[in-house]
């Protein structure tokens, strides 16, 4: 949290979007959660944890707090969007990870837990999941990361977010994420790249049935024109772009690889472009989303 003593993150977003899971890693990496904070007790959790920080002195580790917050916080008279400003106009910027999914991807949680959504009374599944996804439009804008859970379940999910809290502030983290577009275009990317430029390994019969993590299919797509200059540019991008963020106090970003399917030549690249971005500035982790899903 820039202007703090202490490490303080808001975890929020779209209900059954997976905050739960997220609270559950954090708390076992060692943060203190503080599940369904309502918005006005924000600036006195930071407060309060930001004093015994100062009593335990420099030299002790930071404080890791976080506060889960879901849409029904407004039911005390303080939205989330207002607790953000007040800490904001203090001087003290929260780290905010907002969790989302698509209607199809909530309606079928809801569905199978048989459960109704908070927001929903007398109306539609649907109805609840419309009227949250607009009074959450301004927290969404201002979150410092949006992971998408659409096609992640609670494994995947662990796995995904784990990196995000295990590593040190000092760099920023970047998610080298492979997806495949014919199952759509990662609601949490910051960075999007196209590898449809390139020659698709699918149509080799004896790489057809390997993925891009394996030796053959990295060759043939690295041998290929233009894959070796990609990789360059992009990382010679994300340095410019880290600075910025470095400025900014932002610590987190996503960097989107797609190809058809999601099996080969953005997997390829992917695992690339993390060796290559990893480094003094940067932390990287790879998620390949899409991958064994054909």
Not at 133 to 140: I, K, S
Request: proline share 4%.
């Amino acid at each position: 949290m820039k202007g703090m003593e202490i490490d303080f993150i808001i975890v929020t977003g779209m209900s059954g979007a997976g905050r739960s899971t997220v609270a559950r890693v954090m708390e076992d990496l060692g943060w203190y959660v503080v599940d369904n904070l309502p918005g006005a007790l924000i600036l006195d959790l930071v407060q309060l944890a930001s004093r015994l920080q100062r009593e335990r002195g420099s030299d002790a580790a930071r404080t890791r707090v976080a506060a889960v917050v879901d849409v029904r916080a407004r039911e005390f008279n303080v939205t989330l969007s207002e607790a953000i400003g007040d800490l904001e106009r203090r001087g003290w910027t929260p780290n905010v990870i907002f969790l989302d999914a698509t209607d199809e991807a909530l309606v079928r949680r809801f569905e199978s837990v048989r459960r109704p959504h908070p927001l929903q009374g007398e109306g539609r599944l649907l109805d609840g999941i419309h009227e949250e996804r607009a009074l959450l439009h301004d927290v969404r804008a201002m979150a410092s990361v949006v992971l998408d859970t659409s096609g992640l379940n609670v494994h995947q999910l662990t796995r995904k977010v784990t990196p995000l809290f295990a590593i040190s502030e000092e760099r920023t983290r970047v998610a080298v994420l492979s997806f495949g577009f014919k199952y759509g275009v990662p609601l949490d990317a910051d960075f999007v790249f196209d590898m449809r430029f390139l020659p698709n390994p699918f149509w080799v019969p004896q790489l057809r049935h390997h993925t891009g993590i394996e030796a053959p299919v990295s060759e043939f797509v690295f041998a290929q024109d233009g894959a070796a200059e990609f990789v360059e540019k992009v990382v010679s991008l994300m340095e410019t772009v880290t600075e910025g963020y470095a400025r900014e106090g932002r610590r987190y970003a996503t960097v989107a690889v797609g190809c058809t399917g999601g099996k080969h030549r953005s997997v390829a690249v992917a695992e690339r472009l993390a060796a290559e971005l990893t480094g003094p500035r940067l932390s990287t982790f790879v998620v390949h989303r899409d991958l064994g899903r054909e």
